[in-house]
């Protein structure tokens, strides 16, 4: 988990309802991640961002949306478009090669 | 889309016998990660192996790469009821025009180990 924080631990949200998930980093990493983890699968990768004030989709950024407009912080946001935001979502850093992540957020729509 | 496929899906072994778990990808790589994420933690980096590597050694892991065969395997050996945790292989595609890495994951290998 090192020097990445997610907020909060467990979320749960309304059907309908936009809610943020939080991410901060004090690694001085330039490039940063949001992927989505369904139970008994791999992650997926919702956005990421090389440096500040830019970011670029993944494979499944259809109902969610980022900003960086620090360096420290890559908040993401669960839209209601998002028709089954139910999952864990990690946050994640990297330098060059390896990429180091947080502990991560639990999302429940209920 | 997902690069890495690890086999097999789950294994489960005594304390102190050595696991072996598999990962293959569809394309060229720069290089190839394993990653470590107990029971709904984060992940954690354990070992990176390079296209031009054919094995490399961390304590107790083994990590070799066979690039004409586009497959990977991590070892485990004596392994220890604390090394129960889903095991995953990330594979690189170098960003265009950016020096930093998009990696894709694997589905895991979930490796239970007994005491």
């Known amino acids: 988990d090192g020097g990445i924080t997610q907020s909060p631990k467990y979320l749960f949200r309304k059907e309908g309802q936009n809610v943020t998930l939080s991410c901060e980093q004090n690694?001085?990493?330039?490039?940063m991640y949001w992927y989505r983890q369904d139970p008994g699968q791999g992650l997926r990768l919702i956005y990421y961002?090389?440096?500040?004030?830019?970011?670029q989709k993944g494979d499944i950024a259809e109902g969610y949306s980022v900003s960086r407009e620090k360096k420290e912080s890559f908040p993401l946001t669960v839209t209601s478009a998002q028709k089954n935001p139910t999952a864990f979502y990690l946050c994640?850093?990297?330098?060059?090669?390896?990429?180091?992540f947080g502990p991560g957020t639990r999302l429940t729509v209920l | 889309s997902q690069q890495g496929e690890e086999d097999p899906q789950a294994l489960s072994i005594q304390e102190g016998e050595n696991a072996t778990m598999n990962c293959s990808y569809k394309?060229?790589?720069?290089?190839l990660q394993w990653y470590r994420q107990n029971s709904g933690r984060g992940l954690v980096h354990l070992i990176l192996?390079?296209?031009?590597?054919r094995e490399k050694h961390s304590g107790r892991l083994r990590v070799t790469l066979d690039t004409s065969k586009k497959s990977s395997s991590l070892l485990i050996t004596a392994s220890r009821a604390a090394d129960t945790a889903s095991y995953f292989c990330?594979?690189?595609?170098?960003?265009?025009?950016?020096?930093?890495?998009?990696?894709?994951f694997g589905k895991g290998t979930l490796l239970t180990v007994n005491p």
């Open positions: 961002s090389q440096i500040v004030n830019d970011f």
């Open positions: 990330a594979t690189d595609g170098r960003y265009s025009g950016g020096s930093n890495y998009k990696l894709t």
């Open positions: 994640a850093t990297s330098n060059i090669d390896e990429q180091f």
């Open positions: 690694l001085n990493h330039d490039a």
């Open positions: 394309t060229s790589i720069n290089n």
């Open positions: 192996i390079r296209s031009n590597e």
